[in-house]
């Protein structure tokens, strides 16, 4: 039997319970996993089912079991089930990890006289058998003429089964009695607490099965296996049918938790407009997009949960491969191309401040399938779609959504709990242009036609970039990577993504997913100071008006966290959402992050740096007033992170890193606490400032304890923190700093260091420490740029321009970095994109652009 020929309602629920969390699977043995037969030794299980429920138990977040009237001693010898498939034997009572009832004396003595009476009835019962078990005796008519095993059962129900302190439970053939509580459901409901099951599937044939049947609530399944009344909402006819059922359920449940086909990671691509960001698939379908905001919930979480999670896809009727995929030059708008159709996506920019569209345009002489499948909050909201003239209303959450798309027919399916809209478009007549508007109810055309829309949207980042002084070395990948940076400045509040996304993995399949979609001050003061380097300065005094609003929130600039949210305020709790399989199977999904509440005393550095940059940026610019170069309110800012580094400098931290185990002091901390001083004290000598006296004594003392401290002889160089033998890829901005010479031994010797023990091939790890998470990660792209700085600083160009090179090629076909790289396998891992990446991508080339 194939899985076809299970009831399609029974299939579409196996479906859906398969994507729930934590699982729970449990079947009875007797007519379900076995067959019933004449000797009740001789009934073998089901070997279908057996693999089937082996597999199940395999799998993470999933849990099997099999309830039995059986005792659990028999239950074991004759299912031969391994050990990871839960037993409970004597209907409830007994399981593998001990009996789970103790007996009392008085309880024994009511088993011994149960047994004797029972017995009495079997001798006079030709047939007729009784089992014996721990807490009970059962009376068993299956073999005996039909007159002679009700006779006997009668004997039992009107005898024995009347004596005080007796539990009866009745089934096919047989009657049991029991000297304590026995109730399939109650096993049922601890092993569901047990495994914090939110589903439970329960597949049985008896009388005394129902118990759980009926205890079953929400999105569980219950199957009932063969004929008579039950309150299973399913049926099935044969133990082979549940041995399909079984393997069905096992194959939807190892794809759901393994993740949908997920493309790799470098060869997704971003669309952005000056508030929203959203990323394609090679083959156009928009596999993310968060609304109202970039930190907010996912419409479309295809990257992190396949096609249940949400996804818009386009494609030709006729299966085949995309030729290409590609930006605009100088744009965010991306082109798709298969042979005879293409799509072209991007972002308006000419939409109300609470709107997110998305503008799909199809061309060509194919039809094309689109396939529109809205899942807003990350697949828990559920959605209603509703053709109307010229479009869909899509209805389900307190936001409003549209898609206007005139003279497109839709077809809308539902699989019980979501909706989807399909339809087939034929472009050869002219261009089909959807529009997706979130936020909105209005479906009437825009006050501008299409092809104006994409000008201004086009214009906005052409015009930008034509401004900027890139660096000669790639110029194109680093015009990529300028937009890339600009695209995840969040223009309404000045704040600026560290990606675009949230939990894809530092390890396919590990734990370490994290959420970038916020604003770390350290990551936004750096690309920021990346934008200034390439003349454009607007982002950057955006972004310290954004901080000095964060200030004003505060009662001290010590007391900055990490990161806030877009707006400037605090982060919601770090929650994980189980509904979610993650990418490839990548568990779990967070939202949040958790690092907000940590310390991180590196962060007032980067600012520091960023207001020096931006000042030596419009003198470049050919501002000439120290007043107008060197603001009062960008001095101010220097004075709060001067006056924040005095008060907390010499306390240990979770470093740049984020690491969560007990604080350290960390030796880059130490380094960003001295850049502030030394930065500040740089800008009052350059444009008449007013240095406080002890700023450079202090100066001076973070720069002792540093070489002191942080140094260490025995592995010959400075370490990730104090005490430590540990290396950290961090620790190269002692010399990248200027806080030492680039000709300083020490620094020569950590540079040679983290070469050999932190560079792997085309990649440089950060550290190789237990830093209290299980698994792994792959190297850092940022740590690859720092390494290649260092080079240069030593006077290794060749080496230099041969890790530049690799770094180069790990950018994916439109040009985008992530946060990592597994030069094992050869694939992009983290956030994607990155701006730490691209920020070192762009550092690099500028570096090596200068001979």
């Known amino acids: 039997m194939s899985a076809q020929d299970l009831d399609i309602d029974l299939r579409r629920a196996l479906t859906v319970v398969a994507r729930t969390p934590r699982l729970l699977v449990a079947s009875d043995y007797d007519g379900t996993m076995a067959p019933i037969v004449s000797d009740p030794a001789k009934a073998f299980p089901n070997s279908a089912s057996v693999r089937a429920l082996r597999a199940l138990a395999g799998l993470t977040y999933t849990t099997a079991a099999v309830i039995s009237g059986r005792a659990l001693r028999d239950l074991a010898t004759l299912s031969r089930l391994p050990a990871e498939v839960h037993l409970v034997g004597s209907h409830g009572s007994e399981f593998e990890v001990g009996f789970l009832h103790a007996i009392d004396s008085d309880a024994k003595i009511l088993l011994e006289d149960l047994t004797k009476e029972l017995a009495s009835i079997a001798a006079e019962s030709a047939g007729v058998t009784i089992e014996t078990k721990p807490a009970s005796v059962a009376l068993h008519v299956r073999n005996a003429e039909e007159s002679v095993g009700e006779q006997a059962l009668v004997r039992v129900r009107h005898g024995a089964a009347t004596w005080t302190g007796v539990q009866v439970t009745e089934g096919k053939a047989v009657i049991e009695l029991a000297v304590i509580s026995t109730d399939k459901g109650d096993a049922l409901d601890i092993l569901r607490h047990e495994g914090s099951a939110s589903a439970a599937v329960f597949l049985g044939d008896d009388v005394t099965d129902e118990k759980v049947f009926v205890r079953l609530h929400g999105p569980d399944v219950g199957i009932k296996v063969g004929g008579g009344d039950s309150a299973a909402q399913y049926r099935v006819e044969s133990t082979d049918d549940v041995a399909t059922a079984l393997a069905f359920l096992y194959e939807e449940r190892r794809t759901w938790l393994a993740g949908a086909s997920a493309p790799p990671i470098e060869r997704l691509t971003m669309l952005a407009s000056p508030r929203s960001v959203a990323l394609l698939t090679p083959d ?328 020096s940059d931006l000042a030596h940026g419009r003198e470049r610019k050919g501002v000439t007033d120290p007043a107008e170069i060197l603001p009062d309110r960008d001095w101010e800012l220097v004075c709060a992170m001067v006056a924040a580094v005095q008060r907390r400098w010499h306390e240990p931290d979770h470093g740049i890193w984020e690491i969560r185990d007990n604080p350290r002091h960390h030796v880059y901390s130490k380094v960003m606490g001295w850049l502030t001083l030394d930065r500040a004290l740089t800008l009052a000598a350059s444009f008449d400032r007013t240095a406080e006296p002890e700023w450079p004594v202090l100066r001076e003392e973070i720069a002792t304890e540093v070489l002191e401290k942080g140094w260490n002889a025995d592995v010959e160089s400075f370490t990730a923190a104090y005490d430590g033998t540990d290396l950290d890829a961090a620790s190269l901005h002692i010399g990248l700093s200027g806080l030492i010479a680039p000709d300083d031994p020490r620094f020569v010797a950590t540079v040679l260091a983290t070469e050999a023990e932190l560079r792997s091939g085309s990649t440089v790890y950060r550290y190789h420490h237990d830093d209290g998470l299980p698994g792994g990660e792959g190297g850092f792209h940022l740590c690859a740029a720092w390494l290649v700085e260092a080079y240069l600083l030593i006077g290794r160009r060749n080496d230099a321009e041969a890790l530049f090179t690799q770094l180069v090629n790990a950018a994916g076909p439109t040009g985008l970095l992530s946060e990592e790289y597994d030069p094992v396998a050869e694939r992009s891992l983290g956030n994607h994109p990155q701006a730490y990446s691209h920020l070192g991508l762009l550092r690099c080339a500028q570096l090596l652009s200068v001979r």
Request: charged content about 20%; aromatic content about 8%.
């Open 284 to 611: 156009a379908t928009l596999t993310w997009l968060c609304h109202p905001e970039p930190d907010s919930g996912a419409v479309f979480a295809h990257l992190l949960g396949g096609t249940e999670a949400g996804h818009f896809s386009i494609g030709p009727q006729r299966e085949s491969l995309p030729l290409s995929q590609r930006y605009l030059d100088g744009t965010m708008t991306v082109e798709t191309r298969w042979a005879a159709l293409s799509v072209i996506d991007y972002l308006p920019h000419d939409v109300a401040p609470e709107r997110t569209d998305v503008t799909r345009v199809i061309r060509g002489s194919a039809k094309a399938v689109v396939t529109f499948a809205p899942r807003p909050e990350f697949g828990q909201a559920q959605v209603q779609i509703e053709p109307e003239t010229y479009g869909l209303r899509v209805y389900g959450t307190n936001e409003p959504m549209v898609l206007r798309s005139p003279g497109v027919h839709w077809d809308i399916t539902s699989d019980g709990m979501q909706q989807t809209a399909y339809a087939v478009v034929d472009p050869s007549d002219g261009p089909i242009v959807l529009e997706l508007r979130c936020g909105t109810w209005d479906l009437a055309p825009a006050t501008r036609d299409e092809t104006e829309r994409r000008e201004i949207a086009e214009t906005y980042w052409s015009s930008w970039v034509r401004g900027l002084e890139l660096p000669q070395v790639k110029p194109d990948l680093m015009k990529r990577s300028a937009l890339t940076l600009r695209g995840l400045v969040h223009e309404p509040s000045g704040s600026i993504l560290a990606a675009a996304t949230t939990s894809l993995p530092e390890d396919v399949g590990g734990v370490r997913n994290w959420d970038y979609r916020y604003c770390w001050l350290r990551d936004a003061a750096l690309t920021a100071t990346s934008l200034v380097s390439l003349g454009s300065l607007g982002e950057a005094e955006a972004y310290l008006d954004w901080v000095h609003g964060v200030l004003e929130t505060l009662p001290g600039p010590e007391r900055l966290h990490p990161l806030y949210t877009i707006y400037g305020q605090g982060l919601p709790p770090e929650a994980v959402l189980d509904q979610l399989p993650g990418y490839a199977g990548s568990r779990p999904v967070r939202v949040g992050n958790a690092a907000n509440t940590q310390v991180q005393l590196d962060v007032f550095g980067p600012i520091v740096a960023l207001i």
